[in-house]
C-alpha cells in the first residue's frame, strides 16, 4: 500500500480549504497560508487517482500519483575503499523513482537502471561498517547487511 504521507499543496486562495478528496477519500487539510496547505495522504493502492480540494470558494482539481514504498534487497560488492567511487549495485523492487541513495547518511551519487536495481558511487567515508539507504518518491529502505569500507 502507499499513501500515508504529509504532503504540501500550493496555490492560491487555499487559505479556507475544507477538504482534500484523494479518488474519493476525503482527507482533513492543514491550512498553513492562504498558498499552501499540508494533508495527511490516505493509505491507497498505487496509481493515479483525481485530487480534489474544496474551499467556500469553489473547487480545484488534478491528478495525485500513489506510488509503492520501495524494497531494497541487496546490494554487492559488500566491500569499499574509504576513498570512495566504489560502484555499488542495489537491487529490490519499486526503486524507479529513486531520489536519494544514501551511506551512513552521506549522499551518493546515483543512476537508475530499471524498477528493480540502481548504481550507486559510495561516498568517501572512514574505515567500518555502514547502512546503505534508498529513498524514493514512496519512502525509504534499508537492505539487510552492511556496506564496509576497508583499507
Not at 5 to 10: D, E, F, L, Q, R
Not at 42 to 65: E, K, N, Q, R, Y
Request: aromatic share 6%.
Amino acid at each position: 500500500m502507499a499513501g500515508a504521507s504529509t504532503i504540501t499543496i500550493t496555490g492560491r486562495n487555499l487559505g479556507t480549504a475544507e477538504t482534500v478528496d484523494f479518488g474519493g477519500t476525503a482527507a482533513m487539510p492543514v491550512v498553513v497560508d492562504d498558498s499552501s496547505l499540508t494533508v495527511l495522504t490516505p493509505a491507497a493502492a498505487a496509481g493515479t487517482v483525481s485530487l480534489v480540494v474544496t474551499t467556500p470558494g469553489g473547487i480545484a482539481d488534478a491528478s495525485f500519483s500513489f506510488v509503492d514504498p520501495p524494497t531494497a534487497t541487496g546490494f554487492d560488492p559488500p566491500t569499499g575503499l574509504p576513498a570512495g567511487g566504489t560502484v555499488v549495485s542495489i537491487t529490490g523492487v519499486n526503486l524507479s523513482t529513486t531520489t536519494g541513495v544514501t551511506f551512513d547518511g552521506a549522499p551518493a551519487t546515483f543512476g537508475v537502471l530499471s524498477d528493480t536495481q540502481i548504481v550507486a558511487l559510495a561516498p568517501q567515508h572512514g574505515p567500518g561498517t555502514v547502512a546503505i539507504e534508498v529513498t524514493t518518491t514512496g519512502g525509504s529502505d534499508t537492505p539487510l547487511g552492511l556496506f564496509l569500507y576497508v583499507l
